[in-house]
């Protein structure tokens, strides 16, 4: 966490909703390149909070490189007058879909 005040950092349960947002995006980024035939399972996120949120939430993820095995996805979340609250940076690992 960044050593910004008590009030620049979103609360406990909001932190949680960002983190959903974000790691959401950056999943269905890998998947759209890869298709549905694997499974994406993060393995590193980096979260930077920057600014507590207000009003309706957009979230925007984009797959940024990778191979066979992984992939390296980013994601930006905006709040209601668009500015940017927080960003992520993840790497998920690729594998075949497990049948139970």
């Known amino acids: 966490m ?3 005040g008590a009030g620049d950092v979103p609360a406990a349960g909001e ?3 960002i983190v959903a947002l974000l790691d959401g995006a950056m999943v269905q980024a890998a998947m759209a390149r890869l298709g549905d035939a694997r499974e994406v ?3 590193d996120l980096h979260i ?3 600014r507590p949120t207000a009003g309706s939430l957009a979230v925007e993820g984009r797959a940024s490189g990778g191979g066979r095995s992984v992939c390296f996805c980013e994601a930006t979340l905006t709040d209601a007058g668009g500015e ?3 960003r992520a940076m993840g790497t998920f690992r690729l594998r ?3 049948h139970a």
């Open 15 to 17: 932190r949680a909703r």
């Open 41 to 43: 399972v993060p393995v």
């Open 2 to 4: 960044s050593t910004q």
């Open 48 to 50: 930077a909070f920057m």
């Open 96 to 98: 075949e879909p497990s």
């Open 84 to 86: 940017v609250a927080a």
